[in-house]
Structure formats: C-alpha cells, structure tokens
C-alpha cells in the first residue's frame, strides 16, 4: 500500500508529464482542416501512428480483467489470442489499405464518412453514427472508473476515487482539444511504451520472487497442482470450441478494426503507404508482447495464489504486490504498487483520451456537419469540436462518478455491436451490387441481432457479434440482389476515386 | 517504368485460401479432446504456428511483390491541387 502522498505525487507529476508531452505535439503543428484535427493525417510518423494503435486499443483490461482472464481461462485462453491477433495484417491489406487509398482522394473523418461515400444514404450514416457513438462513449466513462479505482486502492482510500477521476478527467481534455489526434496521438506513444514496461517489470519481479525467476518451475507448479489451466475448455470453463471461435473473431474484427477509434488509425491516419506496411507488421508483435507479460501473471497468480473467486482474480496485480511480494520485501512492492498505478493510468487514459476524440467527431461530423447541414467556417467548425470534446469529456467524468448499470452493459457488447458493419464495409470495397437500401437492411438487422443475442438468446459471451456479422452477410447479398442496382455514376465516382488513388500509389 | 504485372493478385489469392484454412483447422470443433492438457499444447503448435507463418511470409512476399510510389498523402494532395 502507498501512501497517500506518494499517490498524489506520482498522479500529479504523471499528468503535468502527459499534459506537457500534449501540448509539445500540439504547439509543433500546423492544424490545417477539422480532418487533420480528428484523424492527424500527414502529420503522424509511423512510429507514432504504432505506438497509438496500440495504447488506444488497449485498455485497463491489460491491468485489471486480463491476468484474471488468464487465470481464469489458461493457457487455451492464451491460445485463442493467438489465433486472432495474427489476422490484423490480413483484414488491413485487403480492407483497411483500400480505405487508406480511397481516404487520401476523399478526406473522410469518421468512419461513416467511407460508408457514406459509397452507399450515399442518410439513414445509413445515421444508423451508423449511433452506432459508433454507443459503441465509444461508454468506454471513456468506464476508463476513467477503472483508474479512479487503481488510485483508490493504490492508496488505501488516501486519493478518493472522486478526486482521481475529475484530475484524470481535466488532463485528459486539456491536450485532447487542443492537439486533437497529434496530442493524442503523441501522448499515447508515451504512455504506450511506459504501459508495456511497467506491465513486465511487474511480471519478472513477481516471477523473481515467486519461483526465483524460473518460468519453468512457475509452469511445473501449475501443472502438477491446476493441470486444468493448460488444457480445453481451461479451468473455469471459459474457453470452450464455440467461445474459441466466437470470441478470437469478435477481437480480430470488432476490437483491432470496427471500434471506431482504431477504425480511424488503422484506415485515416497513416501518411504513407510505408507506414501502412509497418503497422500491418508490428501491431500482432506488440499485442503478442502485451497479452504474453498480461498471461504469465494469470499463470503466476494461479501459481501462487490459487483457488481466488472471479472478482478477486480480476485484482490479481495488487493482491499479488500485497500478498507475496511485501512479505519479500516492502520497497519492491512498494515500486510494484507504484508500476501497477501509473500502468493503470497509463494505458486507461490513452484509451480514453481517442475515444472522446473519435465521439467528438461523430457528433460534430457525422451529425451536425453531414445529417443537420450545419454550416460552418473553419474557425467555427474547430470551435464546434473543441466544444463537443468539453462536453463529452464532462459528460464522461460525471458518469465515472456514479456509473449506472447502462455503461457496464453498454461496454459488455461495444466490440459485438460494431461487428455487423464490417461485410458491409466489404460489400462496399468490393462488390458494385451492393446497395443502399441493402446496407441499411444488412447494418440494422446486424445490430438487432447482435442486441438479441446478448438480451434474448443469452449467448453473447460465447459468439458476440459473430451472429449478427452472418446475418448482416447474408442480408447485404439478398436485398442488394432484390433492389435496383446502385446509379452508375455513384459506382464510377467511387470506384473511379479508388482507381486513381492505387494508380498514384502502386506501380503494379 | 511502369510495371505492369499483377501476379501479387495470385499471391493474394494463395494467401487469403491459406490463412483460412489453418484459422479453421485451429477451430476445427472436438479437437483437441477437453481436459487434455498435452492434446492442447500439440494442437496450439500444429495450427497456430503455421497460421503466423502463413501470414508472415505471404506478407513480405506480398510487400516485395507490389510496388509502390514513395508519395505520401501530402505529396498527393499538393499534386491534386496542383494546375496540371
């Protein structure tokens, strides 16, 4: 346990040092249009494009539910990670690139600009800026809980969770609406690589004082005593046949690419095609370090600690710090309590910082600027949007302060939800049938069934949105086939626009 | 010059076809065997090693293969709005 001096010192120190870093992007750019604000196009180098990637998707899930997840589902949990995260590379060359190219014809800014573009359909925008925002807002709110908590517990109680969210809340908004997607952007990259280095330094001292660094007799221990952990459907029962395909699809296409915030950066930000090509290759090797350190504390705390209830396991990091390191030694326990709350910050923030910029966007954008007509100049458009984030963001810190249920169910199903829009995305790149009458059938049906499987069915933890993902397939190549073909000027500009934008870019 | 061929477009096909199928032999149901620790570890290398290099090898063979222009989205716009 910290003192709660130290905690406000470490909190305050960590939020001058995120808030200077923001405002050092903001002040080093050029914000040319509400599209550079939003999604930092030509302005991101690949390294940093990387690194946001990364720290915006992941979340305090790194620190809180996923050890407990792994201690929970073992290694086979593990396993169906590693079946997705490899895909990231395969769905970006032959859907993300192609809106990448399409964007640097088009200028879009949020994710329903390409839908838009192609099916030119109201509704369908509306449907799909709903959507997204349902699918983004929450997480801010239940971001900042998390690490209102981490500071909570970190100090006994000495920083109230009060305190910790509206401090988290003011340093998040000062760069997000100033710097826009650089800030965010910049801020990320730091508080990625510290996230991923305090997330290991707390594994290897853990492992160092547990099993004198050994992996192996970690292993052993857990194989002799909980030999359930490295086998099908893994100790709690979580990962049975049908969840280790339902959910490893749902992160490969709902987590990496659908939710809108990395959407933006997989598709929008890059400057190049380079940066394109680094991202496709580094991001599963990032993920891959992140849930391995992320696994073997789930397998530590099994190993050490065994027979835990759910919600004790989803705190496993401090029970850990508190439990076997303190007995070892009190000041590398309180470095680990230190690590594990500026972790929390660390990858919380990043995470909600880009979803208040993209939601921002999506009202801003989609609503005001494209389904209310609202029209703006410049300098009006950017006032409108830094708004819209102060809003947002105190909107955000007000339910962090007292969540309702709502936000706890809202997040449960924000990767299912977006998961339907993806064949339509598809539908949209590849297939000139598909049609807007189609798209919107195919986006509303996906959704509702997503919603159903969830609230009816009650078989949302095992197939997510992967249900609604068929549904919104089969619906989008019936109702395409039954309604006109889409006017032949539409399919040549679009089409046209992605012709030109290869050809300037490929030489093959 | 102009490079004209498009055998990247068999490579991508190769590719597609391949990760597919190891992503659905890894999901193949009733295997391996619940509560089978040993079956679990054999199966994760069997499937999932291929599949990460399946992906990774026809990524740079993809990447070698497609050429592009060293232009940037700026370069772009700049030529777009440049009088031809």
Redesign the interface.
Known sequence: MLSSNLVWVLFISYSLIVVSVGIYAWRNQNIKSIENYYTGKGSISWFVLIMTYIASLMSTWVFFAGPGGYYRGGLVFWLSELSYIPLFPVITYFVMNKVWLLNCERHYVTPADIYDDRFRSPVLRAILAIVFLISSLPYVASVLVACGKAADMASGGGVSYTSAILIMGITMLIYVVLGGMRSVAWTDTLQGWLFIILLWVIVLSTLSVGFGGSLGRAVANVWQNTNSWFSYPGPDGWVPYAARLGYPLSCAIGWTIMLPHVFVRAAYTGQDLQTQQRLMISVPILQVFVWTGTMVIGLLGIALVPGLGSGETELIIPYLIQNIIQDHGPTLAYILMSGFFIGALAVGMSTANSFLLVAGSIISEDFLDKLFKLKLSYNQKMNVARGIIIILGIGSVIIALNPPNLVWTLIMFAIAIVMPLFPVLVGALYWKRATAPAAVIATAAGVITVLLTYFSWGIGNTWYGAIGMIVSTVLLIIVSYLTPETNKEILDDFYGALKKAESKFYLN | M?????D?KKT?KW??GL?VFF?LL??L??F??????I???WH?IF??VP??FV??YG?FK??R??????????T??Q??NSPE
Request: net charge negative; hydrophobic share 40%; aromatic share 16%.
């Open positions: 102009e490079i004209n061929n498009k990247y991508e590719w597609l990760v992503y890894y999901n149901p009733g391996p065997p619940y509560g089978d620790p079956a679990a570890i994760g499937t999932l599949l990460w992906i990774y990524l993809l990447l293969s497609r050429k592009f222009r060293e232009l940037n989205s700026d772009l716009h030529e777009m």
